[in-house]
């Protein structure tokens, strides 16, 4: 049967909601936004003083936000430090970068392709499964530390990078995200796909992820901050695996003398985590704005 296409389409208008608010109070939220974003940006501003404070100025009490006399000398303390540890830098940054990178990518990956079937697909148990996983965001590390220690151990991958970055893979906020969003992409839209004739894997990459975008990048930066604070202290026995932030915490605890070379490290620990996320932001942001899709 062979289409109509003479008649012409309806189009459907949405009336725009609009908000009445008068002058006054758009004036008091906007002000107690104001107030709100200067005590969230207020540490971050005295982290990054710090750093460049020398240390009559780090010892002060009380202490001030906003550093006076300016110098790099901490800065140069802490490369002299990490150039004269016994394991280079180079390697405790291959170490962070492989560590951070397979568990991001790896929990991002497996999460997904766990979401498209209980998103997506209907097999006995499913509910069951998606229940399991939402309980399992009810404990909190400390109580699944010791039976991950077990299984680590009885896999046999203690002291390896594996030891780090496989229980990445297994996080349940992340499965539980992407299904949630997944769910909001149409079924038409995939069964049309399976009409013309593509499988599920091209369905998954060429379909369901690139819809799912502002998910898994909003994963990502969750993922990543996670194991950028991953010091591995658990698994990792040999020094050469540690990552950096393993490295950058001795220096913190290393005593009042440190307390320079302290500061900057906590700058680093900041800066890594906040730099990756407002790359990743713009593209959420881009990504919600051109996408949304409805039956």
């Given at each position: ?16 909601k609009t908000l009445n608010r008068s002058m006054a109070g758009n004036l008091t939220l ?266």
């Open positions: 049967m062979k289409r109509d296409y003479s008649k012409p389409k309806k189009r459907l208008f949405h009336r725009q906007f002000l107690f936004m104001a107030v709100c974003g200067v005590f969230m940006v207020l540490p971050l501003i005295m982290v990054v003083n710090n750093a460049l404070k020398p240390l009559d100025e780090l010892f002060r009490y009380p202490p001030k936000i906003f550093v006076r006399n300016p110098e790099f000398d901490n800065f140069s303390d802490l490369f002299v430090l990490m150039s004269n540890s016994w394991v280079p830098l180079s390697r405790y940054i291959l170490n962070t970068v492989i560590i951070t990178g397979g568990g991001t990518i790896g929990h991002v990956l497996f999460a997904s392709l766990a979401a498209y079937p209980l998103a997506k697909h209907n097999f006995p148990g499913k509910n069951i499964l998606f229940k399991i996983v939402v309980l399992s965001l009810m404990f909190s590390w400390q109580v699944t530390q010791i039976p991950n220690y077990m299984i680590i151990s009885w896999l046999g991958i203690n002291n390896t990078y594996l030891a780090v970055i496989l229980p990445a893979f297994a996080y349940g906020l992340g499965l539980y995200l992407i299904k949630q969003f997944m769910e909001q992409i149409p079924d038409s839209l995939v069964e049309s796909a399976r009409l013309d004739g593509a499988n599920e894997y091209r369905i998954f990459w060429a379909i369901i992820m690139p819809n799912v975008k502002p998910a898994w990048l909003t994963l990502a930066v969750l993922q990543f901050q996670s194991m950028w604070g991953n010091t591995g202290s658990t698994y990792l026995r040999s020094e050469q695996l540690k990552p950096l932030q393993y490295a950058l915490q001795q220096i913190v605890n290393s005593g009042p003398a440190r307390q320079g070379a302290a500061a900057v490290v906590t700058f680093i620990i900041a800066a890594i985590p906040i730099t990756f996320f407002i790359i990743c932001q713009s593209s959420i942001i881009e990504t919600m704005t051109t996408s949304g899709m409805k039956e």
